[in-house]
């Protein structure tokens, strides 16, 4: 059996950078990232590609030229874990050995949790951000969108980017108004979510967009079925009595977000939270150690910290992650601790964008010295060149 004095499982946006952090502040770490994909992914761009403002080819790159250099990569899956003997293993049937264990292998899209889905998506009108194989499709049915009715989904899970699953919404009615077919386009938005967004100050723009393209709201609900065949899309809500009132609604174009979980390999490991049906490995909120497993840290999309889930969130649980991974290896305690930092930049229409930053508490924790509720060219130009740019050649370096 092989063994690391590190082992990271998943080389995406929080295992790249974590690892690279590390061999900054001690080059002579030996680390293995246990990653199965030959090919990386900058998802936040999907957005702009749904919109037909980004190339999807340029949100992918080979990951060998991003392992960090001093790091071992481990070309493989992890299947499941053994904490008690510190061990992992693979789809492959090797197995490693680690005194420090990792886990970031980001979140899963259970496509079909919603029947009907899967055999539809990426045809007949159906798409999603959520893929790169179909994200170009979403612009595809914007761009030649001629009226009738458009239905946005979000699931009732968490997801990857909260805003993710409207922002692409504001954007298809942006160029329809442009194209003077927006008074044509019957815009509805079906969530699980029970408020548009959690942070009142950043809300109320939304509010006034909902208002000002005349989209419908559906909060509270579950998507349950699409039928391809009828364009028709199953949704269903709950009231407290339990009294379940089930809902159709006919689409001419679908952009559908699915439900989202842990990972299966995950959910059935010991370091999942057993108190999570989704099952999210369970860690302290604050520095990412796992609670009953004090070798084993994980960060990200696939913890159990309520953060919310993106790569703006990493980028300040890394460097608190990697201080007290370093203390734990001295048999020391760090201090440092992560306030629940998010961000989520909203494009609200072609070339403005509301940055919205807050932390565990939905207060606002805003970067710049102006209020940034207020959608700007500039922080257009922050989502479209600046941080691409970042992620690419810093963020994953671990210098920012
Ligand atoms: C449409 C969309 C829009 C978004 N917009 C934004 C945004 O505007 N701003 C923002 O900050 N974030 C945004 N995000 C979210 C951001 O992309 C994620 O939060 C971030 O990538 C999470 O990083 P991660 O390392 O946890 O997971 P990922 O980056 O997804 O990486 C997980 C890695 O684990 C690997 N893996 C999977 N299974 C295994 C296994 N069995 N063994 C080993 N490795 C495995 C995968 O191949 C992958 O490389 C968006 C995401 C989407 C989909």
């Known amino acids: 059996m092989k063994h690391h004095q590190i082992l990271v499982v998943g080389g995406g946006n929080a295992g790249l950078s974590v690892s690279s952090k590390l061999l900054l502040k001690n080059s ?24 037909g403002t980004f190339n999807i080819n340029d949100t992918v790159k080979n990951e060998a030229d ?17 904490p008690e003997h510190n061990t992992v293993t693979c789809t492959s049937g090797a197995q490693y050995s680690y005194d ?3 886990v970031v292998p980001g979140i899963q899209l259970d496509w079909k949790k919603i ?21 170009p499709y979403t612009w595809e049915l914007i761009e030649n969108f001629k009226g009738g009715t458009v239905v946005f989904t979000n699931p009732p899970t968490p997801v990857k980017c909260g805003g993710a699953p409207h922002k692409i919404m504001w954007l298809a009615c942006d160029y329809w108004r442009k194209k003077g077919i927006l008074d044509k386009c019957d815009v509805h938005f079906v969530s699980g979510g029970t408020i548009m967004f959690s942070v009142p100050e950043y809300l109320k723009t939304l509010e006034e967009k909902i208002e000002e393209y005349g989209v419908k709201i559906h ?8 039928d391809a065949a009828t364009q028709t899309l199953y949704y269903e809500s709950s009231d407290e009595q339990g009294n379940v009132n089930k ?12 439900p989202q979980s842990a990972p299966d390999f995950i959910k059935a490991s010991p370091l999942a939270d057993p108190a999570s049906p989704l099952g999210w490995v369970e860690v302290n909120k604050n520095n990412f150690q796992h609670t009953r497993y004090p070798n084993v840290f994980s960060c990200g999309d696939v913890c159990n910290a309520p953060a919310a889930r993106t790569g703006a969130a990493i980028r300040k649980q890394a460097p608190v992650m990697v201080d007290h991974i370093l203390a734990f290896m001295k048999g020391e305690k760090a201090t440092s601790s992560y306030d629940g930092y998010s961000a989520c930049p909203i494009p609200t229409e072609h070339g403005k964008l509301m940055l ?23 922080m257009w130009l922050l989502k479209k060149f600046v941080l691409p740019w970042l992620y690419w050649n810093r963020i994953l370096q671990g210098k920012a």
């Open 356 to 378: 919205a930053e807050f932390d565990y508490n939905n207060r606002p924790k805003m970067t710049f010295p102006f209020d940034q509720a207020k959608p700007r060219w500039t």
């Open 115 to 135: 029947d009907g889905l899967a055999e539809t998506l990426g045809k007949n009108n159906v798409t999603s951000n959520y893929s790169f194989a179909t994200a």
């Open 219 to 226: 909060l509270k609900q579950t998507i349950t079925k699409i």
């Open 100 to 102: 420090i264990l990792i």
């Open 28 to 51: 002579k770490l030996d680390i293995g990232i246990i990653e199965p994909s030959d090919k990386h992914y900058y998802q936040p761009a999907y957005t702009l590609v749904g919109a």
């Open 66 to 82: 991003y392992i960090p250099k001093h790091a071992t990569w481990i070309k493989d899956g992890a299947a499941s874990f053994d």
């Open 247 to 258: 809902q159709t609604l006919h689409y001419d174009m679908l952009h559908v977000v699915p």
